[in-house]
């Protein structure tokens, strides 16, 4: 389901939405190498990774849960209502993702609840599988949103 900024009083548990796709190239892996710190080699080097475990190349992990979560907000889904990203739960990195793999998201609502104190936000959170292009999950987690209900304090 593609959807564009909805309303606390849109969402329900178990809706699910898919996001577009994105590739990874080599520029991504060598820039967050770069702006990381992270230059371990079987994500920069071709001799090393090529002889390791994966057989070539691989991304970061935290890249492409960057991606994901950027797939995920990307699609303007709470565009306006978006207060703050509260956290992420149970993350896990499942499989490796190759440079030239094609990942995307498929996020479901898990948690829809509104505060006690504050009944104008919200805790929307996201069950969330990333997948490539085989449809094999990456890695998956929980994500958490706090977000404005549109309810006023009684």
Not at 29 to 56: N, Y
Not at 105 to 111: G, K, L, P
């Amino acid at each position: 389901m593609q959807a564009n900024d909805l309303e606390w009083s849109e969402f329900e548990m178990g809706q699910e939405f898919k996001s577009i796709t994105r590739t990874i190239t080599e520029s991504d892996v060598t820039l967050f190498g770069a702006l990381s710190g992270d230059l371990a080699e079987h994500h920069v080097s071709i001799q090393v990774a090529e002889s390791a475990e994966f057989g070539g190349r691989i991304a970061h992990g935290l890249l492409v849960l960057s991606y994901g979560h950027g797939l995920m907000l990307g699609s303007g889904l709470v565009r306006t209502n978006v207060i703050a990203f509260l956290g992420i739960e149970n993350w896990n990195f499942r499989a490796p993702v190759a440079l030239g793999d094609t990942i995307h998201v498929v996020f479901r609502v898990a948690e829809l609840r509104v505060s006690r104190s504050n009944p104008d936000r919200g805790v929307l959170g996201f069950d969330v599988e990333i997948l490539n292009q085989r449809d094999e999950v990456v890695q998956s987690g929980r994500q958490n949103l706090l977000l404005r209900t549109g309810k006023e304090a009684a």
